[in-house]
C-alpha cells in the first residue's frame, strides 16, 4: 500500500502562483511514476502532469510553460509548481502514485480556486 497526502491548495488570483505538495509513504518501489490530476465540478478526472522516478516528465497541453512537476525521491514527496494560473486551473487537484507490481493510488486530494 501507498498513503498520498496533498497540501497546499488554497484561494489565488489570477495571474499568481501557487506550489502543491504530496507526500507519499508506504511501499514505495522504483520504478514508478508520479502525478498530478485535477477534477472540476462536471468534468472528468484529468492528468495536468507526470514524472517517472528517473526524472522524465510529461505535460498537458493547457499547462505547459506554466507549471512545473517535480519530485525529491529521497523524501518521497511530489511537487507542482503553479504559475500564471487561470480561473479555468481551479479544481480539486489529486496526487497519483503508480508502479507496476505496487499498484496504483490516490490521495484525498486539495482544493485549488483562482479567483479574483
Known amino acids: 500500500q501507498v498513503q498520498l497526502v496533498e497540501s497546499g491548495g488554497g484561494l489565488v488570483q489570477p495571474g499568481g502562483s501557487l506550489r502543491l505538495s504530496c507526500a507519499a509513504s508506504?511501499?514505495?518501489?522504483?520504478?514508478?511514476?508520479m502525478g498530478w490530476y485535477r477534477q472540476s465540478p462536471g468534468k472528468e478526472r484529468e492528468l495536468v502532469a507526470s514524472?517517472?522516478?528517473?526524472?522524465?516528465?510529461n505535460y498537458a497541453d493547457s499547462v505547459k510553460g506554466r507549471f512545473t512537476i517535480s519530485r525529491d525521491n529521497g523524501q518521497n514527496t511530489l511537487y507542482l509548481q503553479m504559475s500564471s494560473l487561470r480561473s479555468e486551473d481551479t479544481a480539486v487537484y489529486y496526487c497519483?502514485?503508480?508502479?507496476?507490481?505496487?499498484?496504483?493510488?490516490w490521495g484525498r486530494g486539495t482544493r485549488v480556486t483562482v479567483s479574483s
Open positions: 508506504g511501499n514505495i518501489v522504483s520504478p514508478n511514476v
Open positions: 514524472i517517472l522516478s528517473g526524472g522524465l516528465t
Open positions: 497519483n502514485f503508480f508502479q507496476r507490481l505496487t499498484g496504483n493510488f
